[in-house]
């Protein structure tokens, strides 16, 4: 099976969680894109559900398939987000944001009663880290908040580096104006701590970091599809 069958075998599971009537998050990336597709189907097929999505790039996709949408201060609660992920923990923390989408991304997963996140397993890892952190951050003082950002993992025991986004030639510039900076420092022993030092810098918008917010990862290996519970999902809107 290849990878590009599992996220579709994920993402046509996740439509299980799918109910006439509901407020959808609809996530960024190619997993949450092949979700999209076949939500349209669905929508076609006569269900009722109104979207809001995480990146300007989703709603394109959702309005050339012609799945609703509203906005999030039309729609400020939502019941459920299906979403992508770069990593997927034990835990069910992740990190995402490999498409530079992860601020809006944690805003409408925060907004939403139920995260179910979907990947292949090439997504699952025993820690977060191996795949470098996202963090979004303001373009003012960009070498002041980097400094900041090694500062944070040093006096964490971590070394390692962060480095500048870009994109043909320029500065990854995301939906919000700001620029994406790669922290690559290998596993992150303990991401609470981390989550805390990265916000703590004025800098630093958010950060790709998602912990317990996930309420279920839908995920496809050649064998099938498994569904991984959270221990315990906080921070979503009830
Ligand atoms: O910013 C992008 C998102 O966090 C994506 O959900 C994440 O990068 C996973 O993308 P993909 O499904 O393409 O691997």
Redesign the pocket.
Known sequence: MSQDDK?TAAARAALAYVEDGMRLGI??????EAFVRLLAEKVGDGINVTGVPTSERTARLCVELGVPLATLDEMPRLDLTV????EIDPQLNLT???????LR?KIVAHASEMLVII?DDS?LVPALGAFPL?IEVNPFGLEATRQSIVDAYTELGQSGEVRLRVRDGQPFETDGGHLILDASFGHISDPKALSDALHAIPGVVEH?MFIGMATLAVVAGSDGVRTLEAPQAQNRAS
């Open positions: 996220k996530g960024t990336g190619s997993t949450a979403d992508g992920a770069d995402k944001g490999g498409g530079g989408a992860l991304e990947a997504k996202p790709g």
